[in-house]
């Protein structure tokens, strides 16, 4: 009887375990005059600065790209102190969200490293694609947010610009119902993916005809066609 007994009292603590975590995050919101909606607010305004700045342009489904930061690199010197100026207003919205600053340095490093490294001609604008302190914020905060606030969704990150266009079409369109769908939700989200692909595929045959043309231009020329 009492190995029953405990079972009850078992689930009952992890009941009050999980409600109390939830408190906690709730708590801790408050303690930073903040509310869930404002969190992910703000953090989608960083994606969308981080975005612009580091992947605005990028390899079809992945998160791989280049953008503001690497076209202001091609500007000697200059253009990599704009880049670090506009680099720390990524810094600014992380602090916004409770983000301690010792939990910052990893990339305010590294955008010290990419100023410096930018200052090399040619070899600096592309290292300048793989160094993104941009990125490496929305990453540091998006850790705290999940250890502190417990906000797991990622899309709103990942995908800013079109995440802020499609709750405004769920919220204020007539038809919000159908966007709403979650299939119709995650094409919306990855149209750039599919464009990308398209590029890619019409790049690739339009490669093809030139090499095919001039295999068979200099099959004619030789008599080996």
């Known amino acids: 009887m009492d190995k029953f007994d405990k079972l009850p009292r078992f689930k009952s603590k992890k009941l009050s375990d999980t409600n109390a975590s939830v408190t906690d995050y709730q708590a801790k919101l408050a303690e930073h005059g903040l509310t869930r909606e404002q969190v992910i607010a703000t953090e989608r305004k960083l994606a969308k600065f981080a975005n612009t700045m580091d992947s605005l342009v990028r390899v079809p489904f992945t998160k791989q790209g280049m953008g503001a930061d690497a076209a202001l690199s091609t500007i000697p010197l200059a253009g990599d102190l704009a880049g670090l100026a506009l680099t720390s207003y990524a810094f600014i919205l992380g602090r916004q969200l409770g983000v301690p600053a010792h939990k910052m340095t990893p990339a305010v490093r590294l955008a ?29 905060v998006h850790e705290h947010l999940h250890h502190e606030y ?40 990855h149209i750039p993916d599919f ?5 890619i595929v019409f790049v690739g045959w339009g490669l093809w005809t030139v ?12 008599g080996f066609g």
């Open 112 to 140: 010290v490293i990419d100023m410096v490294v930018g200052i090399v001609p040619g070899i600096g604008t592309l290292l300048d694609i793989f160094i993104r302190p941009s990125r490496k914020t929305l990453g540091i």
């Open 195 to 199: 464009l990308g692909l398209l590029v």
């Open 150 to 189: 417990g906000i797991t969704e990622t899309m709103h990150m990942d995908r800013p610009f079109l995440h802020q266009s499609l709750e405004d079409k769920q919220q204020q369109s007539r038809f919000g119902f159908f966007w709403r769908n979650p299939i119709v939700a995650w094409l919306y989200l």
């Open 211 to 222: 090499i095919s043309w001039l295999i068979g231009m200099f099959g004619q020329s030789t």
